[in-house]
């Protein structure tokens, strides 16, 4: 496999892709759907993600988080792969992408989708890069759920209908746990070498016993959601397709109290993006069929 695609972690990438999604099912519902903005919405994104995650193995490398005892995947700047330089130039390149797919979302949507694209960049480049990095703080959890749920789903829904109300929000809660999700397995499986590095993410300061605890709540929730989702909104039996991945996300919580090596928790970490992906794409056929 290619360095930069590795370096890209193809599987987190549902993490960009899903919110964009079911932004654009609930859009379709509404009859407002504009195929250009679902394109340039979901290019954008991945984009951006692509961009943080050269950022993130960079910086990590630098500040000493990404080490030999590394337990996770292989980083291409700790293990020589691709240098430092490279990796910036590289999220240069993708933030080039995600501006220019910015540029039709904001003729489109006018100055408030402006607003989130330069947001979005200087928060991008701020997770672990520049005087104060999001993630070594413990933020990096919020993070995601701001802009992998609420950013990506409002702003999209916004795109497409140039209104919101209170159905993108539920929508946006939904899909942006499970992108939180991923973040905890990747953080409690980097406990021991985030400690030497000085990194407190949320894992660090929780522990891992209360991590995993948190986990099991953040996978749990979304499923309570669309119920109150389904009550408040009065919409049809079918939204509620998506509980058919529950047996999945009970298995997931189930190994994550488990897990004990790297390999068990790189593993989860796949599952956990598949779970994502299985709830976001019932989520919104359900919301196109309701």
Known sequence: MSP????????????????????SALALHDSKFIFFVFTSALLGATAIQIATNYINDASDFLRGADTEERLGPPRMAQSGVLSVRALFTGAAVFFLFAILFGIHLIFVAGTPLLFIGVFSIISAIAYTAGPYPLAYYGFGD???LIFFGFISVCGTYYAHTLSLGLEPFFCALMVGLFGVSLIIVNNARDIPTDIKANKKTLAVRLGLATTKNYYSTVVVLPYLILLLFYFLFSWSPLILTPLVSLPMAVKNIYRMRQARGSDQYNSLL??????????GILLSSALILA
């Open 4 to 23: 930069w695609i590795t370096a890209a972690r193809p599987k987190t990438l549902s993490a960009g892709v899903i919110p964009v999604v079911v932004a």
């Open 270 to 279: 796949g599952d956990s993006a598949k779970l994502q992906v299985l709830f």
């Open 142 to 144: 919020l993070f995601v």
